[in-house]
């Protein structure tokens, strides 16, 4: 798998123990016709003729022209560009298997980005150079497919949440008898920073439409799930959307969901309270703000909590000097400071294009605040505390409509339901050392239900937030869940 340029060398290669699990997923008997088109070193290839398909029945491509030990053990295609291959080709398979390039369309060199930009699923408009090399791939393998073919596919997690792949994730799941996505929290190949999921597709034109998707830790989760397939049920949800609950309601379409304000340099913008005193900064030329998620790991954000976070000297003031405060002696200095000795970097993008520099643009006072990084989960934390604005290492929320308290912490009480958790970790990024990170975006996509009339909503979201951050996600759930939904989910 490439993971930079088709033309680089740099590539990452699936292990035999989960093209094994792979092939096996998929295998029918001798009889079928296989494809793969990223050979690689051909570790797909030498596990099918393990299994005893023939070389004849087996064809790989790939654009790498040096040969393998492996090559010699299926009809194999180099120095060709795969997606013009099947553009061309006749043959048509029972099976395919692979591990296709994650490199964006956008920098692959010409011709073959031109090719990759004009994959398209039957009857819709062309990917285009904002899509991914792997869901060219995948669209052109799913063609090739016969009836009742079926195909098993190394992902990257972006093929949960891309924009650029929703119409595939709706079509194709719908296109075979059934589909199992397989989800890693970890990633799968060393070095390589995202989490990763397999896709296993059966039967294509098969009907019914069912899908399953699983979470797993590690490579061993991914395994063990691919082997017990047929012993786990699947229902008619490609989506993940019907899950009980009938109304529900885009993120997107009650709040709005920004980043706070971008420095350029948060070295010299965001400062603790010692530092304040250090330089003599009056406090009219700073601004309150959170910067961290661990700031907001509470239902509400009042006076008193930022108070306690300036007693733990927590990086909360933002230098935002008003024309009133630019002739006090301490704003001048620090204002004069070289780089080198604690000054702003000046060449910064974001501080070169403002002016004036020393300004920070920031958003109109939050109505909450949402950390895009955490491995609980996303939640809302109200903003009660006058004036106080986050950074961009936090994402901003504006309740589109004027609610009360009680209603606002009715929809944050929403975000903590079942339905709505699902959705969240499915369009999760996870990289290599756990974090975990969802966009503006993604978020304001996230469906959850519309909550009823609570008249204790405060209490109810304060006890659910506090059982998830003490560990207790069930908890959580099912405060959120009666609350709610007026029913218990299993979780």
Not at 240 to 265: A, N
Not at 447 to 455: D, E, F, G, I, S
Request: proline residues 6%; aromatic residues 8%; contains cysteine.
């Amino acid at each position: 798998m490439a993971v930079a340029s088709p033309l680089e060398s740099c590539k990452v290669y699936t292990p035999s123990i989960l093209a094994r699990a792979m092939v096996s997923a998929i295998y029918e008997g001798g009889r079928q016709r296989w494809l793969e088109p990223s050979v690689g070193r051909g570790v797909f290839v030498w596990v099918l003729r393990e299994k005893g398909v023939s070389k004849q029945r087996i064809v790989a491509v790939d654009l790498d022209t040096d040969a393998t030990e492996n090559d010699k053990r299926a009809t194999v295609i180099r120095g060709v560009d795969f997606l013009e291959w099947s553009n061309n080709t006749r043959r048509r398979f029972d099976c395919v298997v692979g591990n296709p390039p994650f490199v964006s369309i956008r920098s692959l060199p010409s011709p073959f980005k031109e090719a990759a930009a004009r994959v398209h699923l039957d009857g819709g408009r062309p990917i285009g150079l904002t899509a991914n090399t792997w869901y060219a791939f995948l669209i052109r393998s799913v063609t090739l497919l016969k009836h009742s073919g079926n195909l098993a596919f190394v992902l990257p997690s972006a093929c949960e949440y891309a924009d650029y792949c929703q119409p595939g994730r709706n079509a194709i799941a719908q296109m075979f008898e059934r589909t199992d996505l397989i989800r890693s929290r970890r990633p799968l190949f060393d070095g390589v920073q995202e989490g990763t999921a397999v896709l296993v597709c059966r039967n294509k034109g098969g009907g019914h439409g069912l899908f399953r998707r699983h979470e797993v830790d590690n490579l061993d989760g991914v395994i063990e799930r691919l082997t017990s397939l047929d012993r786990r049920t699947a229902r008619n949800c490609p989506n993940g959307e019907s899950d009980g609950c009938l109304y529900r309601e885009k993120l997107g379409s009650f709040i709005r969901i920004g980043v706070g304000g971008v420095t350029g340099d948060a070295r010299f913008f965001v400062l603790t309270e010692s530092q304040r005193r250090e330089f003599g900064l009056p406090v009219r030329c700073l601004r309150p703000v959170v910067s961290r998620s661990r700031h907001v790991y509470r239902a509400s954000m009042t006076l008193s909590d930022w108070h306690r976070l300036l007693a733990e000297d927590e990086r909360v003031w933002l230098f935002d000097p008003p024309p009133s405060s630019l002739e006090h002696p301490a704003v001048v200095s620090y204002l004069r400071l070289k780089e080198g000795n604690g000054g702003c970097r000046r060449t910064a993008f974001k501080v070169r294009h403002r002016v004036p520099w020393y300004r920070t643009p920031m958003p109109r006072r939050p109505d909450g605040f949402v950390s895009g990084m955490t491995g609980l989960g996303v939640w809302i934390c109200l903003n009660e505390m006058p004036r106080l604005n986050a950074t961009n290492t936090l994402y901003v929320v504006h309740f589109l409509e004027n609610l009360s308290r009680a209603e606002k912490c009715a929809w944050a009480l929403s975000c903590l339901t079942t339905p709505a958790a699902r959705c969240i970790r499915r369009a999760t990024r996870v990289y290599a050392d756990g974090l975990q990170k969802i966009e503006p975006g993604q978020l304001a996509r996230i469906k959850v239900p519309r909550p009823p009339h609570l008249r204790n909503s405060v209490s109810l979201y304060r006890q659910a937030l506090q059982e998830l951050l003490d560990g207790n996600e069930l908890g959580c759930r099912a405060i959120a869940n009666d609350a709610v939904l007026n029913s218990r989910w299993d979780g």
